[in-house]
C-alpha cells in the first residue's frame, strides 16, 4: 500500500502538493473527475474564487490553489471550474498543512442549492460593482462597502464549513458564536434554547462559558425575527446598562418550530439591512445542523444502550451457563458420592471384620503378610473417603453467601481433586504466603483455580513445572499460578466467550469467561502473562476487605 492510498477511499477529489509546489498524488476520484489535469499551474487557472479579493494587482491573491500552498493555516473556498467545454462546476476547496504537504480536498457542490444562491447574490455584486465603479466620485466607498459584504460573506462560509464539518451540537454552537463575535466585534455571545411550556429559553452555550444553564426571557417579540436595536437591558431580568448598546437577535428553527436564539451583544453600530440577507443564512443552516446533530446524538446514546444491554445479557448468559454447570455438577457430585459410599462403607465393615480375624492365625509370616494388605486396603478406603468430602466441599451447593475461606486450602482442595493429571507427571510448587481468611464465595473460586489448573496441565506436553505462589498485602489477595507449558498464542483473546485454544469438541470457550466473571464478581481482577514456547502466568488479585 503506497503512502498516500488512503485517499483512495474519500468521497472527496484530493491532490496533494510538497514544497517544491510538486504534485506528488492525485487520488482516484480525482483522476476521474479532472480527466484533462495537466500541470498545477494549468490547472490553477482554471480554478477561480467565488468571492475574492476586491482591490489587489497580485495575480496569485485570486488564485484559490496558490493561495492554499502559500497560507500557514487551514485555507478553505468556495471555488469554481471551468472545464475546456466552458462548462462550470462548483467545488469546496479544502487545504491543510501536514509537514512538507499541502493536502487539498474538492468538494462537488455543484447541485448545492444554497450555493447557487451565493453565486447569483455574488454575480449581483459585481454588477452594482461594475456600475458603481463608472461613478469616480463614489468609487471609495462602493469598495469599502463590497469589501465588508465579501468578509461577512466569507465569514457566513467559514460557518457552513464548520455545520459540514461536525455533528456534535456544542461544537457547532460554539464554532458558531465565535464567528459571530469576530463579525460583530461582540463583547458577548451566547445561544439560548426555547422553552415551549414557558416560553422562556435556558442558555446552553456561551463563548465566555459564563451564565450556561440560566434562564431567561425577552421583552415582547424580539426573539420571533432578526433583531438589530439599542437596548438598555440584555433581557427581562438582566440589570441595565450604564449605557446603550446594541442587542443582534437570531431566532433559530427548523420547520417552524422554534429552536432558539443567539444573542449578540455589541458596542458596534450595525444596520439590520446590512445584515438581514447573512443571519437568515445562518439561522437557516443552524437550524438544519442542529436537528441533523441532535438525531445522530440520539442515535448514538440508542447504540450505546444497545451495546450495554447487549453486554449484560452476554454476562447474563455466562452466569446461567455456569450456574447450570454448578447445579449439574452438584447433583452429579451428590450422586456419586452416594453411589461410593454404600460399597465403601461395606468394604469397611469387611476390612473391620478382616483385622480382627488376622490376629487368630497362628502363622507369623501368614499374619503379617495379611495385616500388611489390611492396612494397604484400609488406607485406600480412607482415600475414597477423601476425596468424596473433597468433592462436596468443592461444589459446596449449600454455600451460596459470603464467607471466610482460607484460600491456601481451598486450592490444596483443588490440587487434590485433579491429582490424577499431576501424579508422575508435573510437579507442582507450592509458594503459600502467610494469609487471613478472606471473605469470598469459595465454591465460585475453586471453579477458578480449577479452570486455571487443568489448562496449565493441558498445555504441558509431557513433564513440566507448576508454580503457585499466594501472598497479601494492603489489604489484596493475590494468587499466581505459573506453567512452563506450550504458552497462549493470543492471549488478549482467552477470557472471550467462545474463545478456545483446544481442539473442535475439546474446549467450549467458557471456562476463562466465566473465571474472568467470577473474580469480577469479588471486584477483582484477572490477568494473562503468556509467551508461545514459555509457558503462561495467571495472576488473581482480590481484595481482602
Request: net charge positive.
Amino acid at each position: 500500500m503506497g503512502k498516500f492510498d488512503l485517499f483512495n477511499k474519500f468521497n472527496s477529489a484530493v491532490i496533494i502538493v510538497n514544497d517544491k509546489k510538486e504534485v506528488v498524488f492525485v487520488n482516484n476520484l480525482f483522476k476521474r473527475v479532472f480527466p484533462d489535469f495537466d500541470s498545477l499551474k494549468k490547472f490553477s487557472h482554471k480554478l477561480n474564487y467565488n468571492v475574492c479579493a476586491l482591490v489587489s494587482n497580485d495575480v496569485a491573491v485570486h488564485s484559490p490553489i496558490l493561495q492554499a500552498l502559500v497560507s500557514l493555516q487551514d485555507f478553505c473556498a468556495h471555488v469554481t471550474y471551468q472545464t475546456s467545454g466552458n462548462n462550470y462546476f462548483y467545488y469546496d476547496l479544502l487545504a491543510t498543512k501536514k509537514g512538507n504537504y499541502t493536502i487539498i480536498f474538492l468538494t462537488d457542490v455543484t447541485s448545492n442549492v444554497g450555493l447557487e444562491s451565493v453565486l447569483a447574490r455574488n454575480l449581483s455584486y459585481q454588477k452594482k460593482i461594475a456600475l458603481l465603479e463608472a461613478d469616480n466620485k463614489n468609487l471609495a466607498k462602493v469598495k469599502l462597502q463590497a469589501q465588508s459584504q465579501a468578509m461577512k460573506l466569507l465569514l457566513l462560509n467559514n460557518i457552513s464549513n464548520i455545520i459540514r464539518s461536525s455533528i456534535d451540537t456544542s461544537v457547532i454552537l460554539s464554532s458558531a458564536l465565535s464567528e459571530l463575535s469576530q463579525l460583530f466585534a461582540a463583547f458577548k455571545a451566547y445561544y439560548a434554547a426555547y422553552i415551549p411550556d414557558t416560553a422562556s429559553y435556558i442558555i446552553k452555550e456561551s463563548v465566555d462559558r459564563k451564565d450556561i444553564g440560566k434562564g431567561i426571557t425577552f421583552d415582547g417579540s424580539a426573539d420571533d425575527k432578526v433583531s438589530c436595536t439599542f437596548c438598555m437591558k440584555e433581557y427581562k431580568e438582566a440589570r441595565p446598562f450604564k449605557e446603550l448598546v446594541q442587542r443582534i437577535i437570531i431566532p433559530i428553527s427548523h420547520m417552524d418550530a422554534k429552536l432558539g436564539v443567539i444573542v449578540l451583544l455589541t458596542k458596534q453600530k450595525t444596520k439590520l439591512d446590512d445584515i438581514l440577507e447573512v443571519m437568515d443564512g445562518v439561522s437557516f443552516q443552524l437550524g438544519n445542523a442542529i436537528i441533523q446533530a441532535e438525531l445522530y446524538e440520539k442515535d448514538a446514546r440508542m447504540v450505546k444502550e444497545l451495546t450495554r444491554t447487549l453486554e449484560e445479557l452476554q454476562d447474563t448468559q455466562l452466569k446461567l451457563i455456569n450456574s447450570e454447570k454448578m447445579a449439574s455438577l452438584g447433583q452429579l457430585v451428590a450422586g456419586v458420592a452416594h453411589e461410593i459410599n454404600t460399597p465403601v462403607a461395606s468394604i469397611k465393615s469387611n476390612n473391620e471384620i478382616f483385622a480382627k480375624l488376622i490376629s487368630r492365625i497362628k502363622d507369623e509370616d501368614t499374619c503379617s503378610l495379611l495385616k500388611e494388605i489390611n492396612e494397604i486396603d484400609r488406607e485406600a478406603i480412607e482415600r475414597i473417603n477423601r476425596l468424596v468430602v473433597s468433592l462436596r466441599k468443592f461444589v459446596r451447593l449449600d454455600e451460596a453467601e459470603l464467607q471466610e475461606a482460607d484460600i491456601n486450602k481451598e486450592i490444596d482442595l483443588t490440587l487434590d481433586l485433579i491429582r490424577h493429571e499431576t501424579k508422575n507427571r508435573i510437579n507442582i510448587v507450592k509458594h503459600y504466603g502467610k494469609i487471613p481468611h478472606v471473605k469470598c464465595y469459595p465454591n465460585m473460586l475453586n471453579q477458578v483455580f480449577m479452570n486455571i489448573l487443568v489448562n496449565a496441565t493441558q498445555a504441558i506436553i509431557s513433564g513440566g513445572t507448576i508454580t503457585i505462589d499466594t501472598d497479601y498485602k494492603k489489604n489484596n489477595l493475590t494468587v499466581k499460578i505459573k506453567d512452563d507449558g506450550c504458552g497462549i498464542k493470543e492471549p488478549d483473546k482467552i477470557f472471550f466467550a467462545g474463545y478456545t485454544t483446544k481442539g473442535v469438541g475439546v474446549g467450549t470457550g467458557l471456562g476463562l469467561a466465566i473465571s474472568q466473571k467470577i473474580i469480577e464478581k469479588h471486584n477483582g481482577k484477572i490477568e494473562v502473562k503468556s509467551k508461545v514456547g514459555k509457558g503462561s502466568e495467571f495472576i488473581i488479585t482480590i481484595p481482602g476487605k
